[in-house]
């Protein structure tokens, strides 16, 4: 069974430019998940989905991140403009239901960006 | 706010010996723990986990330790192997909201 997918696996852009990134989750998950993991760090949650809803988008920065969910299965996260502290790792990671007590977060390979 | 945090950044141990990771947490509703590997290049991967009813739990070649008391979480991996190398990461979960909250990252690195 193929994991969470995402691309671009990196991504070099220069300051104030859009960038997106797309996540492809575990067939059949209904949960979404979007985090931000800077270097050394643990990941950070952006935004989560239950299917197409977006329930938990209280850390995602509205004024310049946007997410979406089509018909609840891929995701897209965008970031425009782009500043040099959006610089980090971007994971997408799904799960069957949301409780992390009893449904298990797989996680993605991350998007690597990296804001010049 | 609460946080999670871990006592180590960097770990260094020898091939065959066991290893004992450290988290200490903040928030005192947190009830599920959970410890992950990330290698580098990957995301992060499910290594074990341990409810707050429970003082210990042990899987393959690995142990988790709880420790209500002081607020303290532990990684024990017994027999350490090369590929065991990677950043170690411990995140709880708490409330209603059942949102993962992650440590900063312990990176061990197994010596041959």
């Known amino acids: 069974e193929a994991g969470v997918v995402q691309s671009p696996r990196y991504k070099i852009i220069e300051k104030k430019q859009p960038v997106a990134f797309w996540c492809n989750p575990i067939s059949g998950h209904n949960t979404l998940y979007w985090y931000l993991q800077n270097l050394g760090q643990g990941p950070e949650l952006l935004i989560r989905?239950?299917?197409?809803?977006?329930?938990?988008d209280s850390q995602l920065p509205k004024d310049r991140f946007s997410a979406e969910r089509l018909k609840g299965v891929d995701s897209t996260l965008k970031i425009q403009p782009a500043e040099l502290g959006d610089s980090a790792v971007y994971l997408c990671?799904?799960?069957?239901?949301?409780?992390?007590?009893?449904?298990?977060?797989?996680f993605g390979p991350g998007t690597r960006l990296t804001v010049l | 706010g609460e946080s999670v945090g871990l006592h180590l950044p960097t770990l260094s141990v020898q091939e065959g010996d066991n290893s004992i990771i450290n988290c200490a947490y903040s928030n005192s509703a947190s009830d599920y723990f959970i410890w992950y590997k990330q290698e580098s290049g990957k995301g992060p991967q499910f290594i074990i986990d341990i409810r707050s009813n429970m003082d210990k739990r042990q899987g393959q070649r690995v142990t988790v330790l709880l420790n209500k008391t002081v607020k303290h979480l532990s990684l024990q991996i017994a027999a350490t192997q090369p590929g065991d190398s990677a950043v170690y990461f411990c995140a709880e979960s708490s409330g209603s909201a059942r949102q993962l909250t992650f440590g900063s990252g312990t990176q061990l690195t197994v010596l041959p």
């Open positions: 990671a799904s799960s069957l239901d949301f409780d992390p007590a009893i449904n298990e977060q797989f």
């Open positions: 989905y239950e299917n197409e809803e977006a329930v938990d």
